[in-house]
């Protein structure tokens, strides 16, 4: 009998061990399930997962998580940063979710946070871990700040420099920047000079610019335009991420038009008073003009009896001319005239000019121009001379009553 109760009283000392000593057989274990969003981002929340796992054959009782954030998370307003779970038996799992703020300034890559958690019922035995977040910005950018010529406008045949300033918006640096001027297309007239259309630097940190110079030429029978050119731009960011980025920019080509105003002609002389001109405009520029407009301005020494004082020629061809006829009246008849022109026009990138000439007209005599005089010659003078002395005097006239009034 005596050994019935001494196997009755181990077994129940055995079974009083198992129950206190649940705690101590249990064996918790904590887990970074996942988080996300993945990677996280500077300035937004991200919200994480952490399991809690029970690998022990005993109970755990009493548990508490609590998360412990540093820089650059903080908790979320509205956590408490624990999670009571009590009661978990053997090799059961429980989920725990936090939500943390990710600060502004955090900087790419990994970066880490604290739980802890008790191993005992009585909350007097704590184990710490450390896990690791992925921070990174939703996107590693490079912006294009400025791309400049020098010159602004490219003459055809003539050499100019393409200046190109690159910043890294990104919060680390960027690694293995590659820039390509693209100019393999054959529509584009230019080509580098002295070094390719392809430049790399090493490293650019954050919040630094480069400037990227690329020599070029435009070819001599390039005909004035803008040319639309493609950048780009391959790049790396601090945890080995490759980016390609494509920009278009604008390239000029075009020279200052040069126009040659000339007289071409006239049928008048000191002995004819009422005849016309004939006015020759040269386009010695590199590249072709359009509209066109000549405009002759009258001046005391003449009168234009045309029906109107200017002319429409419209589009106007490099190394090519065209002329303008104009009827006056003259109001001297020795020596020479002025005649002074207004020209307006667009190059061919439609960049309005506008320019005053003038031309002098030399009045030569019958004799010097070997022309022959009639029997009636010396009256047909006179009455020109009358003719116009009268359009002079009556125009002068209404000249000084509209002064007047």
Known sequence: MKKV???????????????????????????????EPLPATPGDYVTVYVKMQNNGTGIANNLNLIIKPEYPFSLHPAETGEEYI???????????????????????GANSFKVRYNVDNGQNTWVEQEFEISVRTQ???????????????????????????????ADSELTDITINLDLKSSTLPFAPVGSTSEKTI??????????????????????????????NLTYYDNVGNMYSKSYITA????????????????????EKMIGSITLKLVN?????????????????????????????????????FETAEFDLLLMKNEGSIDL???????????????????????????????????????????????????????????????QAS
């Open 284 to 320: 010695k520029g590199l590249n072709d003009i359009k509209f066109l407009n000549i405009k002759l301005v009258d001046t005391d020494d003449f009168d234009i009896i045309s029906s109107s004082n200017e002319e429409y020629l419209g589009n106007l061809d490099s190394d090519d």
């Open 86 to 108: 009590g009661y978990l038996p053997a090799y059961k799992p429980y989920v725990a979710e936090f939500k943390l703020k990710v600060d502004e300034g955090a900087v790419e």
């Open 202 to 231: 090493y490293r650019l940190e954050s919040g630094k610019e480069h400037e990227f110079v690329f020599d070029i030429i435009a070819t001599p029978a390039g005909t004035a335009g803008v040319y639309k050119v493609p950048i």
């Open 340 to 402: 002074p022109v207004e020209i307006e026009y667009k190059d061919s990138n439609n960049k309005p000019y506008s320019l005053s000439k003038t031309v002098r007209l030399t009045i030569h005599t019958a004799d010097q121009l070997g022309i022959q005089k009639s029997s009636k010659a010396g009256l047909i003078v006179f009455l020109v001379i009358i003719i116009g002395g009268g359009y002079w005097f009556l125009r002068r006239r209404k000249k000084k009553k509209q």
């Open 251 to 270: 390239l000029i080509v075009n020279s200052v038009p040069e126009i040659s105003l000339v007289v071409d002609g006239t049928d008048l002389y000191e």
């Open 5 to 35: 109760f001494l196997l009755i009283g181990i077994v129940f000392l055995m079974m009083m061990s198992s129950a206190l000593g649940a705690v101590d057989n249990a064996e918790l274990q904590a887990t970074l399930l996942r988080y």
């Open 139 to 169: 996107d590693a950018i490079i912006s294009v700040e400025s791309v400049m010529t020098e010159p602004t406008e490219i003459v055809p045949g003539s050499n100019a420099k393409v200046k190109i300033n690159l910043k890294n918006l």
